[in-house]
């Protein structure tokens, strides 16, 4: 099993950048892979960014692509999401999730979820 904690979510500006990270737990964090999302208010769980168990590939939805950049260290059992030049429309509640396949996860289907950090970008 794998316990996840995100971290990192705040208030910024337009144009400003921040760092979120995701915590695991779990002996076999570095087998799965894993993902971000993001919720808007009334709004289902959406697709971020992802990147497999050995960080060798990585993927992003097309509205986040160049802007945010996902990476992790299994030493630290840590995932991270990069996000440069932020927009308003980027505020959303995020959360880290982890699934057997990177597929899993662009289809929404996580296995383990953690409680998601708030983001907020002011105009």
Known sequence: QVQLVESGGGLVQTGESLRLSCVG????????????????????????????????????????KGRFTISRDNTKKMVYLQMNSLKPEDTAAYFCAAAL??????????????????VTVSS
């Open 101 to 118: 396949s990177l597929e899993s996860l662009k289809r929404g289907r996580g296995t383990y979820w953690g409680q998601g950090t708030q």
């Open 25 to 64: 737990s779990g002996r076999t964090f570095s087998l799965y892979d894993m993902g971000w999302f993001r919720q808007f208010p009334g709004k289902e769980r959406a697709f971020v960014a992802g990147i497999t168990g050995d960080a060798g590939s990585t993927d992003y939805a097309d509205s986040v």
